[in-house]
């Protein structure tokens, strides 16, 4: 009995001291039961490990080590959006976006095809835009309306709006990210004389021509364009820069609604393929209320919202009390009042009366250095 307890002591006294010794080297890490994962970013840990052992390390090492990457990784990602502000070095066009429109360029003019819908669209869009326009034109030539007029069309694709406007007498300037999109724009022009002369294509995004044409145009169009850009609020400051003063904006869009996930991605683009699958994205679509919100805050005052409904078995469109699918909205910018001139001279007028009046009058001459 003796001998097994002093042989079970030198037993526990040896064991005890070979695991410690095991354990020397690595007493500042945890033993990890199956593995951890090192992510690209170099900024975040995936471990996996038992809880007894997570229950005993989580105050020496773990915890710390699980802070200071997660807090890392928020610092990096972190945006702050009320401190975001727009730099022209910047941009709002999506590169996915631009692969999906640079495939599909040879197919503008094709009325039939995949921009069927965007043809139709024209008969309530073309309407829109120069009813709307016509009430800020005092004079305007019979035939040739929108004459005068300097409009920008973003996104202009391959002209499928553009044409129509410059058709009414309008200068427009057309820009689009994709060059494929503007040689075929330029290239269906060529066949109309009058159309070579009032129109202009620009590879360009809106952002890269802001500072040469601030304040240039009397309106901007974004028709099915705000639900392809990256960054809406930088996206509307841009339109608003370049836009004049009591300039419209005009944009078609699609709301962010079941409905419009229902109908304008499943339906459209996967069960009846009327439009390519990954055209749109859902969560860049826009609400009236977000957008409105948006322009105002930009300077922007809404004049309309108007509901539109596409039907896909007659292929045409119809204007809606409904805005939970597709809708159009006009803004106009507020009246800069960069001429206080007349005021100032009322104001001066009124200060040399009042000099005169005091200089032969004493006593008010008191009264007012007092």
């Known amino acids: 009995m003796w001998g097994r307890r002093a042989w079970g002591s030198w037993e526990t006294r040896f064991l005890g001291k070979f695991t410690s010794g095991l354990r020397g080297p690595r007493a500042e890490r945890p033993r990890v039961a199956s593995w951890a994962v090192y992510s690209e970013n170099k900024l975040s840990w995936s471990l996996r490990i038992k809880p007894q052992v997570f229950s005993e390390y989580k105050?020496?090492?773990?915890?710390?080590?699980?802070?200071?990457?997660?807090?890392?990784?928020?610092?990096?990602?972190?945006?702050?959006?009320?401190?975001?502000?727009?730099?022209?070095?910047?941009?709002?066009?999506?590169?996915?976006?631009?692969?999906?429109?640079?495939?599909?360029?040879?197919?503008?003019?094709?009325?039939?095809?995949?921009?069927?819908?965007l043809h139709s669209m024209n008969d309530l869009r073309v309407p829109f835009i120069r009813d709307n326009l016509l009430t800020t034109i005092a004079n305007h030539q019979p035939g040739k309306p929108l004459s005068g007029l300097k409009i920008l069309d973003i996104g202009c694709g391959g002209g499928l709006l553009t044409e129509p406007l410059g058709r009414l007498g309008a200068s427009v300037t057309g820009i689009d990210p994709v060059d494929e999109n503007i040689k075929i724009a330029q290239h269906h022009k060529s066949f109309d004389p009058v159309l070579d002369k009032r129109i202009e294509y620009r590879v360009s995004s809106l952002e890269e021509i802001v500072e040469d044409?601030?304040?240039?145009?009397?309106?901007?169009?974004?028709?099915?364009?705000?639900?392809?850009v990256i960054n809406l609020e930088a996206f509307v400051q841009c339109c608003c820069q370049v836009l004049k003063p009591g300039g419209s904006l005009f944009i078609t869009t699609i709301n962010k609604t079941q409905m419009s996930y229902a109908l304008g991605i499943v339906f459209t683009e996967q069960i009846a393929?009327?439009?390519?699958?990954?055209?749109?994205?859902?969560?860049?679509?826009?609400?009236?209320?977000?957008?409105?919100?948006?322009?105002?805050?930009n300077g922007l005052s809404v004049q309309t919202v108007a509901g539109m409904i596409y039907n896909p078995f007659s292929g045409y469109w119809h204007w809606s009390d409904s805005t939970s699918i597709n809708y159009a909205a006009h803004a106009v910018k507020s009246l800069a009042q960069e001429h206080p001139g007349p005021a100032e001279f009322v104001f001066k007028g009124e200060t040399e009366e009042l000099h005169a009046n005091t200089s032969n009058s004493p006593g008010v001459h008191e009264q007012l250095k007092k």
């Open 273 to 297: 393929g009327i439009v390519p699958k990954g055209t749109h994205t859902w969560e860049k679509f826009v609400s009236p209320e977000t957008l409105e919100s948006i322009l105002e805050s």
């Open 213 to 228: 044409s601030a304040e240039t145009f009397d309106a901007v169009i974004a028709s099915e364009v705000v639900e392809h």
């Open 59 to 117: 105050t020496m090492w773990f915890k710390p080590c699980r802070m200071t990457f997660s807090y890392l990784n928020k610092i990096k990602s972190y945006r702050s959006p009320w401190k975001r502000s727009y730099s022209t070095s910047q941009t709002t066009v999506d590169s996915s976006e631009v692969k999906t429109f640079r495939v599909l360029a040879d197919k503008w003019w094709d009325e039939q095809g995949v921009y069927a819908p």
